[in-house]
Structures are given as C-alpha cells and as structure tokens.
C-alpha cells in the first residue's frame, strides 16, 4: 500500500494566495454590518425627535408661542435627546470577531464554519493519520475563504416602523426646509431662543419703534409682541426704550450686540440703523427679551410711461399724456428730448407739474408750447422719466416725432423761422443767415417800419460777424424777430402770460405760503391783462368783449371774476379748486385768438350746416310736441297723413345739413343718418294714424340730432372751428357751474358761499390763536391749522 502523499499546509495556502489580509478585511466589513445593525434601530428615535423640532423650527413656529412654553419644549426636546441617547450607548453592543465571522460565513453562503476550522488545533496532535485528514479539511475550508463576500447592512425597519413615521418625518423636514427657504439659518435661532422673562430680572416694560424715513411718508411703527414678521423700508431706524430690570440691555441686531444708553430717569434708550433683513432682539440679564424678525423692503425705481404717443395740438403745441408711479411717492416727472442725428447735443428736458405734492400714482396730460425752440421742425426722440425722493429714476419707451412747429403767415418770418432752422442743423448755413438779414434790413417795409424789429435783427445779423458766435443768442434773436414781425407785442405778451402761469404752478407744486400764491397771482393777472390788451388791439376791437362764432362771449369781468375766485381758493387753502381754476382760465386766453379767428369762419359750410342742425333739431321738437298731444287724446284720430308729409320735409333738410357738415368737416356725423332712419319710421306711424309709435320714433330722431350736434361740435373742436376756449354757458347765456374745461369731475370748485364760510373759519382761528388767555396746547394747535394758510 502506497503511503499518502502530504497534504498542503493551509497556512502556506492563505499566505501564497494572499487571503490573509482579505479575510481580515472580509471580517471587518461584517463586524461593521453588524455593528450599523445592532446602532441604527437605537440613534433613530433621537434622530426623528430632532428632525421633528428642526421642521418645526423652519416653520417659525415656536416662537409664535409663549415663552414658558417655548422653554419647557426646548428642556423636553433636550431631556428627550439625551434619554433616547443614554438608552442607545447603554443597549449597543459590539460585535465581536467569532460574530463577525458567523454573518461573513452567512452572507458568503459557507457551510460547516470553514473561518472556525482554519483557527481550530486537533486535540490529538500525535496520531498523523489524523493530523494529515485535519490538514486536509483546512486546506479545503482555505480554498472556500475565495468566495467571501459580505452583504449591505439590514436593520430590519420595516419590522420595527410598521407605519413609516421616519419617512413621515424626513418629508417634513424637505417641506420645512423649502418654507424655510434662505431664512432657514434665522429661524433656527429664533426656535433655539425662547423670549422669557423671570421675575425681578426682566424690565417693566420695552418700547420698540420702528421709523421709516421722512421722505416714504410711512408713520413709526411699534412693534407688538404677538407680531410674527414686520416689514420695513429701506433706511429705517429702530428707536427702542426700556425700563425697569436688571443689568443693561442690549439690542441684537444681526448678530451685533449693541448696549443700551442709560437716562437720567434711569430708563435705558438706544437708536440704530436697520441694514438688512435680520433680527432684532432685545436682551437683558442674558435673556431675550422681545424678538422679532424683520424684513428690508428696498425702495422700487419709479416707474414711467406714455399713455399714448405724443402728438402735436392746436397751435403747434405737444399734448403729452404719461403715467407715473413710485413706491413711496414722485418727486420729478420730465421728458427728455433729444434731436436725432445729432448725438452730441445736450438733451432737453421738459419739466411736467405733478399735482398734490408727491404722489405716488398719477396721470399727468400737458400740453406744451415748444414752437419757439430751435428744434421745432426737425426729427426727435422723446423719453419720459420720473426721480424719487432718494434721486432713482425710471424711464420710459423712446417715441420718435417730429416737432410741432408754428405757421407763420408773414413770409418774411417763415423766412427767418427757416433760416434759423437752417442754422440750428448746421452752422455752416451762416452766411445764408447774413444774407438775409441784411435784405430785410434795407428794406424796412417788410417789418412795418418797427424799431424794435430792425434792432433785434441787426444784433443777430452783428452776432454772426464772429465765426466763433453764439449759436443760442442768434436762434433766439431770429425767433424773436420773426414773431414780432407776425404778431407785434402780442409774441411778447403771451410768453410773459405763459411765464406767469408756469411760475404760479410751480408755487402750488412747492406748496407755496398763501402771500407767495397771492404775489403770483398778481404777477399773473398783470400778463392776462397785457395779453388781452395786445390781443384786443390786433383784432381791432378794443374795449369790446372778445367773442366766438356761436356769439357767446367772454368779458373782462368775467376774467377779473376768475381770477378773484383763484385769490379766495389761495387765502383758504382750496389748492386743487385753484389748480383747476388756473387749468380752465389759461384755456379761455388760449382760445380767444381761436375764437377771433372763427369770426372769419362764420360763412362756412361747417358754421351754416351747425346752425341748420340746430334749427331743424327745434322743429322737430315742435313736431314731437303735437305728437305726444294727439296720442293723449281719446278715440280715433286723424290727420295723419298731413303730419307724416310734414315729417317726410324734415327728413328731406335733413339730407341737407349732412351735406353741408359733410362739406365743412370732411365726414357727417353717424348719427345723422341714424337720424334720417327714425324720421322715416316716423312718418310711417303717422301715415296710419299710429300716434303713440311714431313719439316714440320721433323722440329717437331728437335724440339722434343732438348726438349728431355734439359730435360735430367735438370735430369742430378738434379742427379749430369750435368754441374752445370761451366759457361754457348755461342756455339762457349764463356762465355755467359745476365742472370746468377739462375738469374729469374730480375735482370740486367751492361755490362764493362756500368760500366764503372757509374765510370765516379762517379768521375765526386766527382770532382765537390771538386770545394769549386760552391755553398752551391749544395755541399750538391753532398756529398749526394757520401754517398752511
């Protein structure tokens, strides 16, 4: 029998193979696995608590409790923690390395404890039969150590969370952290620092204002302490007092601890900027006392627009109509215009009034008058903006527009008007200017042999001799000339009344002492009574009331009453009722050389198909009149068919006047025809005796007349053929009441009683202010009613 070959050594086997250091590493991973097995079911419970609080902490709940409350679950949430804690240290064991192989041997699929062979000795060690088998088996169980692996851990929590609340508590915690959002560091803080108080420690009371500043208008703020969030503007400061307590407080603004000031009645008092979002505390004795979490809100760039585009009016003036808008209040509103093609050139700016000091939304519509600028005639670009009070500013979309520019009549003024726009696009177009001047010049009829005319064109011709010369002096003297060339001194009469009526604007934007309004108001009705004077005299019609094409008139006392009413509305403090006063009076003179200029008109096709209107539209008020009678009447009835022909004549002059209007205005009003139709179904009725449906037509057809009447009356306007400017009368001639030109009806112009009562008022205040017996506090409050006034 041959004799058994020796079995290898298995410790040679692991050596040579390298399967040492991979068991040892084999059986750490599964110590490990063993160990996340046995910790993760304990360190749970205080994760999901603590979890719990995080959530409700991002939620900015706990501090909407009070403070006791606060505190007591802050010590429960501790004391919590740390049993759930202790009872983890004090449960978990560590695996030890026969454990570790028992779960590497599991998860590898291994029978029969191989790890376990490979340590174990044979107790007989003196048998080699038995020694050799023993090898034998080793060897096999080393060879089986290749296939080691272990498996991920397996804590088993299903088993022990049947209902899921670990995953109930992680997706509180995503929902919490979202709310939470770049707050989330804040309010952890806050869920950390209960505001409590203990007794004999904290103050007696604490006062904190928040004041915002003086140009947002927004009155101080106190904070009360059930407030959970306050918003604030940008700039503000905090004023904070507190009494009583013990030790000095502090505020925490930020993270910044700054102390608070001791007074002399032993109060303590501190002021500070706010910055940023933060939150202000107050603290005292290591406590807080009050807390709150403020939020910055930066003040917005105003916001401005054009409502629609910019076009030119009457009298080659720009209507411009925008809208404007801040946060806290507007405190300039203009429009920039610049001149394209020409990038270099300095914008100009043209100021628009805002009303009631600084408001913080407003429409604004202007008309304004920049015939006399050098630009007029040429391609521009016009940008609206708006500043605060801080100087931000927004602006609005650039419309593109030519300029309005004004028609000269007199040839030899639209000469020099073109020559001065020549030299406005370049100043090259001198000796062109030059040329011209000096024709003028020597022939002084063309300027009706005035002085003033020759001198003003002789220093602009002068002006030009200099190569280097003063570009603004020449366009001025030039418009100048060809204005009093035009219209004499009524060119300088009116841009004195426009002066006038913008500096008296200005004054009620300032809101102006009532002495300055009343000085401006002088100043202003001296330029009224110049320009009428000078409007008066170029129409040949001094001393006479000046008038329109629908007779209707506007005399000197009716402008002198004007503008005393303006003078009561300044002494009694009525701004909006003046605002709108001035508005309405600067539109009368503005449409009294209109009104003179429709005299010519009288004759025309517009003026006679009006004046057909409106007798056509009396007639068949007579017609509906004797309708309405005969269908009163009881039984049957007759005569129809006599008053159906008178009805079918009207129909038929009615064609007329919508050829007349048509001629005159480029196109008859709609209703004109609507009109025709109702006549038409009128006579209808009336041809079968049908009295009461032909009232109702005939009261349509009124109805569509005086519709037809307005519409052309509104063309006439438009076209300057109306009676715009005039003061709108009651039919009996009277000067109307109620809303004025271009008054929306917002604003309320005060009757002669009620300015009248306000006077009263006033001096009854004043002659109390003036009582020395009465007391302190209420002189004060008296002077301070006066101040305004």
Same mark, same amino acid.
């Given at each position: 029998m041959r004799p058994l070959p020796p079995p290898p050594d298995p410790d040679a086997v692991l050596a040579d193979a390298g399967l040492e250091a991979r068991l040892a590493r084999w059986l750490r991973l599964a110590r490990a696995a063993v160990l996340w097995e046995r910790l993760w079911p304990l360190v749970l419970p205080p994760l999901c608590l603590i979890g719990l609080f995080v959530a409700l902490a991002l939620f900015d709940v706990l501090p909407l409790l009070p403070g006791w409350l606060h505190a007591l679950l802050l010590a429960g949430l501790a004391g919590g923690v740390a049993f759930l804690t202790t009872r983890a240290v004090l449960r978990l064991q560590i695996p030890t390395h026969d454990q570790g192989a028992r779960r590497l041997e599991r998860d590898s699929g291994l029978d029969h404890r191989p790890l376990a062979a490979l340590a174990d000795r044979p107790v007989a060690a003196d048998?080699?039969?038995a020694d050799a088998l023993w090898q034998i088996h080793r060897s096999r169980m080393a060879a089986m150590v290749r296939r080691l692996r272990v498996a991920l851990p397996h804590p088993n929590m299903a088993a022990r969370d049947p209902w899921g609340w670990r995953a109930a508590v992680l997706l509180l915690l995503v929902i919490a952290g979202?709310? @939470?959002?770049?707050d989330s560091p804040r309010r952890l803080a806050r869920a950390l620092d209960p505001a409590i108080t203990a007794p004999g420690l904290g103050p007696d009371g604490v006062e904190v204002w928040i004041t915002p500043p003086a140009y947002t208008g927004v009155a101080p703020l106190l904070l009360k302490p059930e407030q959970?969030?306050?918003a604030v503007p940008a700039g503000s400061a905090v004023l904070a007092v507190l009494s009583g307590g013990w030790g000095t407080a502090s505020l925490v603004v930020g993270g910044n601890a700054t102390p608070f000031e001791r007074q002399s009645d032993g109060s303590q008092r501190l002021e500070s900027p706010i910055q940023a979002s933060t939150q202000l505390t107050v603290r005292q004795a290591g406590l807080a006392v009050a807390s709150w979490p403020v939020t910055v809100v930066a003040d917005a760039v105003p916001s401005m627009d054009f409502t629609m585009p910019p076009e030119p009016g009457e009298r080659g003036r720009l209507r411009l109509s925008a809208t404007a808008s801040d946060d806290y209040g507007l405190a300039k509103t203009w429009v920039e215009m610049r001149r394209l093609g020409a990038p270099d050139d300095e914008p100009v700016v043209v100021d628009l009034p805002l009303s009631n000091g600084r408001p913080r939304v407003t429409d604004i519509a202007a008309w304004v008058d920049l015939t006399a600028h050098p630009w007029a005639g040429l391609p521009i670009t016009l940008q609206p903006v708006a500043e605060d009070a801080i100087g931000q500013r927004g602006s609005g979309e650039i419309h593109s527009i030519t300029?309005?520019?004004r028609n000269f009549n007199n040839p030899v003024a639209a000469a020099l008007v073109d020559q001065r726009r020549a030299l406005t696009e370049d100043r090259r177009a001198a000796p062109g200017t030059v040329g011209l001047l000096d024709r003028v010049a020597s $022939?002084?009829?063309?300027?009706?042999?005035?002085l003033k005319t020759f001198l003003i064109l002789r220093a602009a011709r002068h002006a030009m001799d200099d190569q280097a010369f003063d570009l603004a002096d020449v366009q001025d003297l030039l418009w100048n000339g060809a204005?009093?060339? $035009? $219209?004499?001194?009524?060119?300088?009469?009116e841009k004195a009344l426009e002066e006038a009526r913008r500096a008296l604007e200005q004054a009620m934007d300032a809101n102006a002492p009532a002495a300055e309004l009343q000085r401006r108001l002088d100043q202003f009705q001296q330029a009224m009574q110049r320009y009428v004077e000078a409007l008066a005299e170029r129409m040949g019609a001094n001393n006479q009331p000046q008038s329109g094409n629908d007779g209707r008139t506007v005399s000197d006392e009716e402008l002198q009453q004007m503008v005393d009413g303006m003078r009561d509305m300044a002494e009694t403090g009525s701004r909006d009722a003046l605002r709108q006063m001035l508005q309405d009076l600067s539109q009368i003179l503005e449409g009294l050389q209109a009104g003179q200029r429709q005299q010519s008109d009288a004759n025309g096709p517009?003026? +006679? @198909?009006? +004046?057909?209107l409106r007798e056509l539209a009396k007639r068949q008020q007579g017609m509906l009149d004797q309708t309405h009678r005969r269908a009163q009447q009881e039984g049957p009835q007759s005569g129809g068919q006599q008053a159906a022909q008178a009805q079918e004549a009207l129909r038929r002059a009615l064609g007329e006047v919508a050829r007349k209007l048509g001629e005159g205005l480029g196109e008859a009003p709609q209703a004109l025809s609507e009109a025709g139709e109702a006549m038409a179904q009128s006579a209808g009725e009336l041809g079968r005796n049908q009295w009461g449906d032909a009232a109702e037509a005939q009261s349509q057809a009124l109805q569509l007349l005086n519709q037809a009447a307005r519409e052309a009356m509104e +063309?006439?306007?438009n076209s300057g053929q109306g009676s715009g400017g005039l003061i709108p009368r009651d039919p009996l001639g009277r000067p109307a009441r109620g809303t004025g030109l271009g008054d929306d009806g917002t604003t309320r112009v005060p009757d002669r009683s009620e300015v009248q009562r306000s006077r009263d008022l006033l001096d009854e205040i004043r002659r109390r202010a003036g009582e020395f017996q009465r007391p302190e506090p209420e002189r004060d409050y008296l002077h301070r009613l006066l101040k305004q006034f």
């Amino acid at each position: 029998m041959r004799p058994l070959p020796p079995p290898p050594d298995p410790d040679a086997v692991l050596a040579d193979a390298g399967l040492e250091a991979r068991l040892a590493r084999w059986l750490r991973l599964a110590r490990a696995a063993v160990l996340w097995e046995r910790l993760w079911p304990l360190v749970l419970p205080p994760l999901c608590l603590i979890g719990l609080f995080v959530a409700l902490a991002l939620f900015d709940v706990l501090p909407l409790l009070p403070g006791w409350l606060h505190a007591l679950l802050l010590a429960g949430l501790a004391g919590g923690v740390a049993f759930l804690t202790t009872r983890a240290v004090l449960r978990l064991q560590i695996p030890t390395h026969d454990q570790g192989a028992r779960r590497l041997e599991r998860d590898s699929g291994l029978d029969h404890r191989p790890l376990a062979a490979l340590a174990d000795r044979p107790v007989a060690a003196d048998d080699p039969v038995a020694d050799a088998l023993w090898q034998i088996h080793r060897s096999r169980m080393a060879a089986m150590v290749r296939r080691l692996r272990v498996a991920l851990p397996h804590p088993n929590m299903a088993a022990r969370d049947p209902w899921g609340w670990r995953a109930a508590v992680l997706l509180l915690l995503v929902i919490a952290g979202t709310v @939470g959002g770049p707050d989330s560091p804040r309010r952890l803080a806050r869920a950390l620092d209960p505001a409590i108080t203990a007794p004999g420690l904290g103050p007696d009371g604490v006062e904190v204002w928040i004041t915002p500043p003086a140009y947002t208008g927004v009155a101080p703020l106190l904070l009360k302490p059930e407030q959970t969030s306050v918003a604030v503007p940008a700039g503000s400061a905090v004023l904070a007092v507190l009494s009583g307590g013990w030790g000095t407080a502090s505020l925490v603004v930020g993270g910044n601890a700054t102390p608070f000031e001791r007074q002399s009645d032993g109060s303590q008092r501190l002021e500070s900027p706010i910055q940023a979002s933060t939150q202000l505390t107050v603290r005292q004795a290591g406590l807080a006392v009050a807390s709150w979490p403020v939020t910055v809100v930066a003040d917005a760039v105003p916001s401005m627009d054009f409502t629609m585009p910019p076009e030119p009016g009457e009298r080659g003036r720009l209507r411009l109509s925008a809208t404007a808008s801040d946060d806290y209040g507007l405190a300039k509103t203009w429009v920039e215009m610049r001149r394209l093609g020409a990038p270099d050139d300095e914008p100009v700016v043209v100021d628009l009034p805002l009303s009631n000091g600084r408001p913080r939304v407003t429409d604004i519509a202007a008309w304004v008058d920049l015939t006399a600028h050098p630009w007029a005639g040429l391609p521009i670009t016009l940008q609206p903006v708006a500043e605060d009070a801080i100087g931000q500013r927004g602006s609005g979309e650039i419309h593109s527009i030519t300029l309005p520019e004004r028609n000269f009549n007199n040839p030899v003024a639209a000469a020099l008007v073109d020559q001065r726009r020549a030299l406005t696009e370049d100043r090259r177009a001198a000796p062109g200017t030059v040329g011209l001047l000096d024709r003028v010049a020597s $022939e002084p009829a063309l300027f009706n042999d005035d002085l003033k005319t020759f001198l003003i064109l002789r220093a602009a011709r002068h002006a030009m001799d200099d190569q280097a010369f003063d570009l603004a002096d020449v366009q001025d003297l030039l418009w100048n000339g060809a204005l009093r060339i $035009e $219209e004499g001194d009524l060119a300088s009469a009116e841009k004195a009344l426009e002066e006038a009526r913008r500096a008296l604007e200005q004054a009620m934007d300032a809101n102006a002492p009532a002495a300055e309004l009343q000085r401006r108001l002088d100043q202003f009705q001296q330029a009224m009574q110049r320009y009428v004077e000078a409007l008066a005299e170029r129409m040949g019609a001094n001393n006479q009331p000046q008038s329109g094409n629908d007779g209707r008139t506007v005399s000197d006392e009716e402008l002198q009453q004007m503008v005393d009413g303006m003078r009561d509305m300044a002494e009694t403090g009525s701004r909006d009722a003046l605002r709108q006063m001035l508005q309405d009076l600067s539109q009368i003179l503005e449409g009294l050389q209109a009104g003179q200029r429709q005299q010519s008109d009288a004759n025309g096709p517009a003026s +006679q @198909g009006m +004046q057909a209107l409106r007798e056509l539209a009396k007639r068949q008020q007579g017609m509906l009149d004797q309708t309405h009678r005969r269908a009163q009447q009881e039984g049957p009835q007759s005569g129809g068919q006599q008053a159906a022909q008178a009805q079918e004549a009207l129909r038929r002059a009615l064609g007329e006047v919508a050829r007349k209007l048509g001629e005159g205005l480029g196109e008859a009003p709609q209703a004109l025809s609507e009109a025709g139709e109702a006549m038409a179904q009128s006579a209808g009725e009336l041809g079968r005796n049908q009295w009461g449906d032909a009232a109702e037509a005939q009261s349509q057809a009124l109805q569509l007349l005086n519709q037809a009447a307005r519409e052309a009356m509104e +063309q006439m306007g438009n076209s300057g053929q109306g009676s715009g400017g005039l003061i709108p009368r009651d039919p009996l001639g009277r000067p109307a009441r109620g809303t004025g030109l271009g008054d929306d009806g917002t604003t309320r112009v005060p009757d002669r009683s009620e300015v009248q009562r306000s006077r009263d008022l006033l001096d009854e205040i004043r002659r109390r202010a003036g009582e020395f017996q009465r007391p302190e506090p209420e002189r004060d409050y008296l002077h301070r009613l006066l101040k305004q006034f």
